[in-house]
């Protein structure tokens, strides 16, 4: 007799089905289902029905989108770890570990100790939907994306957490010339990456692996990467043939045992009849109601235009402007009389040089002999290389040059919103000058590409799945979250019978809302201005544009050419010029470039550079945190407190002792506090080994022992410093556990971050082979000198038996005093550093954040970049004492956050100090920080801008963030 198993796995890109004859596959089916689930699951049981025949079947069914389908059709539903067991147990009994990536879900099961699952529950970084997307940024299929990383020589560090934050890595690397092998096999390492640090969340992945899902099948350079990361031989890492129907297989092996046979055709039929109603508090008011009023819309929105005239009716003067955005190329070539005489608007395919070199040729054969270009102005993520490598006169931070194209439509503009494919720009107008600054830093889901992304998914044309949604009768409440949420919701939206056209409308919608109330944190849309132009390509879209309008209660100015606003503020502001130096149209045919990769050995940074090599002999070198790759003179040394603060913790040397070593790991608390410790253990006798200052390795060595993605970088480079110490055999580690601070005046208590406070107890939670050295995280009350000498007595005394009380108390003494030396020091600096500055008629920033936020590897640079963009550095710890005493709004408990306050206070009372506070990713505290220093600063009239750093490095992205402050000042005439 003959048994058939039928199993189903929906997952949230992909369809599978298994049929299974006696145990064995006779028919496998994989194939996206773009959002149809329903559709998709009636066709592959139709194919699947070729197979069985008139014979009865069990059938379960699996997966992210497969449980309200059974739920509706009466199919039986098993959960996807239990289904993948089943193969498991089936395929590879000795299995200890299986790491699975799908379309948008990502998990790990481990075996080795009963079965402990991790999923990804909140970003579908990391997953085959990023890959997707990373792909189309470079402008290659993912199987020839796959081919370049096989070809691979170097790794770039890349975020993979969202779309937002490796687009932001990945296209500076384009516009510089990195190679696409290279960029290709770094996004499989970041996959690689958040997959470890997401979800193995310090648990050790060892033993024989097993790797699931149809990425891991289909792109071979990312398995390398994961066997090469998690250094398994190949007897320990398992890719099985059919390792993408893994799910599929296990559902049909659980419906085997439920033995409840059934023929497909009562199946088939159950699932066209399954359908539920949308509820109606999930309903939104329709965009336009009628025709009429969507003609009234757009009348009043062709008053806002740029005059065209062809341009082989002209001659004189033109003005070029050029837009080297994020994903796109944009050029606008004005006449004397701002008309526009041509116009371009393109996606860079993932090579900016090649795109505008054959843009300008075609556009040099425009203007014949009757145009000549006499000012060029180039902007955006490559405006420095497109600079160096056509001659263009200038290049304009975009900020700005989207600041003088708004002033052209709306002269007295007071807000500005520019919503492009994966960034957002928002500029508060005050005044003629910009007053603030806002850029989406944490999520991509307000921008163009979110509705692109989801226009392909449900197998639709951008254009035309927008113009769908303008008359929805129900658009659909779809929130404003991230992506791998929203595409949550809009697979329940369809199950619950919403249409594409009320899911389009809806996701338009849904932009107007992440856009207000998660970037620019607004509590009311009313409070944004009453001048308000709008601009990005992504405000062509009348759904969004009227989504917008309908949510602020009003209307606003949407230019012509929303989409070219950026090119065409630079044009304008190259109307200054009256004679270009950009490429003629002969060097243009002979242009061409060499981009090489190298590593500086200037100084212990050690830079990767990446150095492109233009066929006029110019060099434009990308990647540096200092200028002495360039042969320039650097003097950040004599204006940037950071480095100060660098050498003088490098230069403390540990010296031989009597009691032997005792390892610092130079991190968290123990960064501000290592004058107090080295002092204090060298006086017991230690030789006191610092870690060095960190560094990207330092993360790589640690990463495996991280159980939290979530928590801030400064903590996850804690378990490096740690490994550091345990890999030099240093038999004692110390990192105390500090419920407070030393005490300082003026605040309500003196607490440690509780991270800061006890990451000693995570440490010894988490590292689970010491080696041989012990950690030693004492709880001690750093601010009684008795008391503290009396708890490190008892914490040391089990291993030194002949420790003395006394000389305890003698070495808490020396640490101390050492501690307030230092602490002078630094305070010492600051105020030289100010001297230093006025002396030299300077700007002054106050690059504000915690103490160890001066650790090389996490401020990536920036001291360095600010030093060359003119400004003199100095930290909040060492100005903090030079302000006034002032009320802050909120309970001012923590140390490092009261002399923050103190820094925005001196910062807001001085006009050539600027206060920039770096933020870290997973800190929940800087949310009342940032708001708390933004409401000073902007009491006073100053700027306030955030900087967010963690494991990337992305100096591209802050240099536009510093420039466009320094512009901000020169419009205020500051």
């Known amino acids: 007799m003959n048994i058939y198993n039928v199993g189903i796995d929906i997952g949230s890109t992909t369809a599978k089905l298994i049929v299974l004859k006696n145990q064995e596959i006779i028919y496998s089916s994989y194939e996206r289902h773009f959002s149809l689930v329903k559709e998709k699951t009636i066709e592959l049981l139709q194919k699947a029905k070729e197979y069985v025949g008139e014979n009865k079947a069990t059938i379960a069914i699996s997966g992210s989108a497969g449980m309200g389908l059974a739920q509706s059709s009466g199919i039986d539903f098993v959960q996807e770890v239990y289904a993948t067991a089943k193969t498991v147990k089936l395929w590879s009994p000795d299995t200890d570990a299986v790491i699975e990536l799908g379309g948008e879900d990502a998990k790990i099961i481990f075996f080795d100790s009963g079965i402990d699952e991790r999923m990804n529950s909140t970003c579908a970084g990391g997953t085959g939907a990023f890959i997707d997307q990373m792909a189309t940024l ?29 687009k932001s890595d990945i296209q500076p690397l384009i516009n510089q010339g990195a190679k696409k092998e290279d960029i290709a096999y770094s996004i499989y390492q970041a996959v ?32 390398q990467c994961f066997k090469e990361t998690l250094k398994l031989k190949d007897n320990e890492a398992i890719f099985p043939k059919e390792g993408r129907f893994a799910v599929a297989i296990g559902a049909a ?22 359908k539920k109603v949308l509820s109606t508090d999930k309903i939104l008011e329709p965009l336009f109601a009628s025709r009429e009023e969507y003609d009234e819309f757009n009348e009043r929105h062709k008053k806002d235009y740029v005059p065209a005239i062809d341009i082989s009716s002209y001659a004189g003067d033109g003005y070029l402007g050029i837009d080297c955005g994020s994903t796109t190329t944009k050029i606008v070539l004005l006449s004397k009389d701002k008309e526009i005489l041509y116009s371009f608007y ?25 145009i000549h270009i006499k000012g060029s102005a180039c902007t955006g993520y490559g405006e420095e290389l497109i600079k160096e490598a056509f001659g263009v006169d200038e290049g304009i931070v975009e900020t700005l040059a989207h600041f003088e194209a708004a002033k052209h439509f709306l002269p007295d503009v007071d807000y500005i919103m520019d919503i492009g494919g994966q960034d957002m720009k928002c500029f508060a107008i005050r005044d003629g000058a910009i007053e603030s600054i806002i850029l989406n830093e944490a999520c991509s889901s307000g921008c163009g590409s979110f509705i692109e992304t989801f226009a392909k998914a449900l197998g639709e044309d951008i254009d035309a799945f927008a113009k769908k949604g303008l008359f929805a009768k129900h658009p659909v409440n779809l929130g404003s979250r991230c992506t791998v949420f929203m595409n949550s919701s809009v697979k329940q939206a369809q199950k619950d019978g919403a249409s594409i056209e009320d899911i389009s409308a809806g996701l338009s919608y849904s932009i107007v809302m992440n856009a207000i109330y998660k970037v620019l944190r607004v509590s009311s849309a009313k ?24 949510e602020i209660g009003g209307n606003v100015v949407r230019p012509n050419i929303a989409g070219l606003m950026g090119a065409y503020g630079a044009a304008l502001s190259a109307m200054k010029y009256k004679t270009s130096s950009i490429s003629t149209k002969e060097e243009l045919k002979c242009f061409s470039y060499k981009s090489t990769s190298a590593n500086c050995h ?53 010296r031989p002792g009597r009691r032997g070593k005792l390892g610092l790991p130079m991190q968290l608390s123990n960064f501000e506090l290592y004058p107090l410790w080295y002092a204090l253990f060298t006086e017991l006798g230690f030789e006191v080994v610092m870690t060095p200052l960190s560094s990207r390795k330092t993360f790589e060595k640690g990463q495996f022992t991280i159980p939290s993605d979530t928590v801030c970088y400064p903590a996850k480079l804690m378990h490096g410093h740690v490994q550091t110490l345990i890999d030099e055999k240093v038999p004692y580690i110390f990192y105390p556990c500090l419920t407070y601070n030393i005490k300082e005046t003026g605040t309500d208590n003196n607490y440690n971050c509780p991270v800061v406070a006890y990451y000693g107890e995570l440490l010894h939670a988490n590292i689970d082979d010491m080696n041989g050295s012990i950690l030693l995280y004492p709880y001690l009350n750093i601010n009684n ?190």
Request: charge should be neutral; proline fraction near 2%.
């Open 346 to 370: 393109q996606s860079n395919e993932g090579n900016p040089l090649e795109v505008l070199k054959n843009i300008l040729l075609e556009l040099y054969e425009k203007m014949g002999n009757q």
């Open 192 to 223: 690689v990456n958040q997959t470890i640090a997401g979800l193995a969340q310090g648990r050790q992945i060892k033993g024989q692996v097993l790797f699931l899902g149809g990425p891991l099948y289909y792109l071979k350079g990312l398995g």
């Open 602 to 654: 200037n100084c212990g940074n050690n830079c990767q550079l990446t150095i492109n090599t233009f066929a006029n002999g110019k060099r434009y070198i990308t990647g540096n945190q200092c200028n002495k790759v360039l042969g320039l003179k650097n003097d950040s040394d004599a204006s940037n407190i950071y480095e100060f603060k660098q050498n003088l913790l490098s230069s403390y040397q540990g």
């Open 785 to 974: 000198h008795q008391q503290l000498a009396k708890e490190l007595y008892d914490c040391l005394l089990p291993y030194f038996k002949d420790l003395k009380h006394l000389e305890v108390i003698r070495a808490v003494k020396r640490g101390m005093a050492a501690y307030d030396d230092y602490r002078r020091l630094i305070e010492q600096e600051g105020e030289r550093l100010i001297a230093y500055a006025r002396k030299n008629n300077r700007r002054i920033m106050v690059l504000s954040g915690r103490p160890y936020h001066v650790d090389k590897e996490i401020e990536h640079g920036i001291s360095k970049l600010a030093n060359s963009l003119g400004f003199v550095v100095v930290s909040e710890d060492s100005v903090y004492q030079l302000a006034k005493e002032n009320k802050v709004k909120v309970l001012n408990q923590w140390t490092y956050h009261s002399r923050l306050y103190k820094a925005a206070y001196f910062a807001s009372e001085n006009p050539d100090v600027e206060l920039v506070q770096l933020v870290s990713f997973g800190c929940g505290m800087d949310a009342i920080t940032a708001d708390e220093v933004k409401a000073i600063l902007q009491k006073n009239g100053k700027i306030y801008t955030q900087l967010k750093i963690d494991e990337i490095a992305n100096l591209g992205t802050i240099k536009i963030r510093l420039r466009s402050l320094i512009g901000a000042l020169e419009n205020r005439g500051e």
């Open 253 to 274: 092996l659980y419906g085997s045992e439920n033995e409840k046979a059934i023929d497909l055709a009562e199946v088939i039929d159950n699932v066209q009849k399954s």
């Open 138 to 166: 470079l402008n290659v299929t993912t199987d020839e994306l796959d081919e370049l990383s096989l070809k691979h020589r170097k790794i770039y560090p890349i975020a993979s957490r969202c779309g937002v934050f490796a």
């Open 527 to 550: 409070d944004l201005g009453q001048n308000i132009v709008v601009q990005g390509g992504t405000f062509l879209n009348d759904a969004i544009l009227r989504a917008f309008e309908k």
